[in-house]
């Protein structure tokens, strides 16, 4: 028997990912980006929602890259940002916009050390 998380459906057929999207490609927010850090507040949690939505939802609960919930669905990262674009026009996920002065001793602009660390460590977990 397989996981209902592995993109395949409960008869072991594979759910093609343009059905998760309803056949949409690109998210209705522009500023999801592989590295975008996302959450969810806890009342999220008891709205109605479908599999792959509330599986989002969970695990915003704490802040997550966009990469992280592609690797937690086990989808493209491009059904990823379709689905959180979703759930962002729903106010169920709140996107965290880009940190600035946080690069550590070089003083430059950018994420912080750790941040990258995470989506480096996603990365790789993909």
Known sequence: MTAPDDGFDGDGGFVRPFIVTGGRTRPVDG???VETVISAPPSALSAPLGFERRRIVET???????AEVAHALRVPVGV?????ADLVAEGLVTVH???TGLAGAAGGDGPSLS???RIRDGVRAL
């Open 60 to 66: 915003c609960q704490r802040p997550v890259a966009v």
């Open 80 to 84: 990823a940002r379709v689905l959180i």
């Open 97 to 99: 916009e880009h940190v």
């Open 31 to 33: 500023r999801l980006r």
């Open 115 to 117: 941040l990258l660390e």
